[in-house]
Each structure stands twice: as structure tokens, then as C-alpha cells.
T-cell receptor
């Protein structure tokens, strides 16, 4: 079956530090990959996505590249801000056989950015 | 544009009481609909999903049930709540056959006391 593994954290950084949150996946087909962000007390928001190998998703200074050879989709940001403090979820949607009804999520990584 | 509404935002219920959480989607038709639960300090667990009216698939055996009486309405219910039902419940929708992921509601914080 499909699975997503991401670094569990928590991750604590100072403002303007470089961020990497690792994510690797296992899928039977050709998945789309996503990063979602959850701010305290809120639902999840789509941060970025990539639908095929070598695609780079980007948004709000965050980037992630779909690496099929390493089955990875690591999230990066060059300079984090206090407002980036949130829980980040890596996820995949497997489109093979039309089975893209369900997203499989990682367990989430709590990021805290200190001023 | 599409929007998703979920209510109530917060709920405190005694053990053994019934539950009804409602989710509606606007601006789209025939969406896939989902209920997730997020327990404290844990990831997201898919509870139910629906690809059409009256079509419900359950992912895990539990004390909860779901119904889809209308195309854009998804209801999560329980006849008798347990302490272990406490958590953050999230509704989401996606377009049929879409690789664009989900749009989530703002969530319901349920505390069973």
C-alpha cells in the first residue's frame, strides 16, 4: 500500500534560518505529491504540489522537488519567519487505476520559529 | 469559487451523548468528500470518504458513521460518544479524478467529557 514518511520533529529554528523537512514515499502507481500546512487551531491548507517526476512545487518561499529516483519530496525554505510556525504534512495521491480518491498523509512535522 | 463550510467549530459533549457534525461544499458539483480525525499530537486518520450521494466507504471500524444525503453535504454521526472520540475533525473535498489534492474545512474541536 501507499505510505508517507516524514521527519517527525519538532523542529525549532531561529528566524532567517534554512529549513528542510524530509519526506519520502512508497506508492504503487504514479502519485501526485503535496505539502499541507496547518496553523494552530485551523484546518489544513495546501502549500504546494507536484504532479509528476522532476516537477518543482513552490509557494510563499517554500519549494519541493518531486524526485522519483529517491522517492522523495523534501520541503525547503531559504529563510524562515516566525509566521511559518505550524505543522507541515507531506501527502501523496495515487492516480493509478483511478484510485486518486484518497490522500495518504505523513504524521506531520511541528515547526517552531523563534525571533 | 468553491468553499467548504464545517460546523460547529468547537463542541464539548458528555460520554454517551449523540453527535452530528455537518460539512457542506459550495461552488462545485459531484465532489469527493472526506472525514478525517486528528488526535492530539498525532497525524491525520481518514475515517470516511464518499464519491456520491449515499455512497460511503469506511476506512476504520469505530463508533462513528457518515452519511451523504445530498450531493454537497456530508455528515459525521455517532449514537453514543466515547472518550476516545475526542479530537479534531476535518472535512475535505476534492474534484473527481483530480490530482490537485484536497480543500479542507476549518475543523471541529470535539472534547468528550
Amino acid at each position: 500500500g501507499n505510505s508517507v514518511t516524514q521527519m517527525e520533529g519538532p523542529v525549532t529554528l531561529s528566524e532567517e534560518a534554512f529549513l528542510t523537512i524530509n519526506c519520502t514515499y512508497t506508492a504503487t502507481g504514479y502519485p501526485s505529491l503535496f505539502w499541507y500546512v496547518q496553523y494552530p487551531g485551523e484546518g489544513l491548507q495546501l502549500l504546494l504540489k507536484a504532479t509528476k517526476a522532476d516537477d518543482k512545487g513552490s509557494n510563499k518561499g517554500f519549494e519541493a522537488t518531486y524526485r522519483k529516483e529517491t522517492t522523495s519530496f523534501h520541503l525547503e525554505k531559504g529563510s524562515v519567519q516566525v509566521s511559518d510556525s505550524a505543522v507541515y504534512f507531506c501527502a501523496l495521491s495515487d492516480r493509478s487505476g483511478g484510485s486518486n480518491y484518497k490522500l495518504t498523509f505523513g504524521k506531520g512535522t511541528l515547526l517552531t520559529v523563534n525571533p | 469559487s468553491q468553499t467548504i463550510h464545517q460546523w460547529p467549530a468547537t463542541l464539548v459533549q458528555p460520554v454517551g451523548s449523540p453527535l452530528s457534525l455537518e460539512c457542506t461544499v459550495e461552488g462545485t458539483s459531484n465532489p469527493n468528500l472526506y472525514w478525517y480525525r486528528q488526535a492530539a499530537g498525532r497525524g491525520l486518520q481518514l475515517l470516511f470518504y464518499s464519491v456520491g450521494i449515499g455512497q460511503i466507504s469506511s476506512e476504520v471500524p469505530q463508533n462513528l458513521s457518515a452519511s451523504r444525503p445530498q450531493d454537497r453535504q456530508f455528515i459525521l454521526s455517532s449514537k453514543k460518544l466515547l472518550l476516545s472520540d475526542s479530537g479534531f475533525y476535518l472535512c475535505a473535498w476534492s474534484a473527481q479524478s483530480s490530482g490537485y489534492g484536497y480543500t479542507f474545512g476549518s475543523g471541529t474541536r470535539l472534547t468528550v467529557v
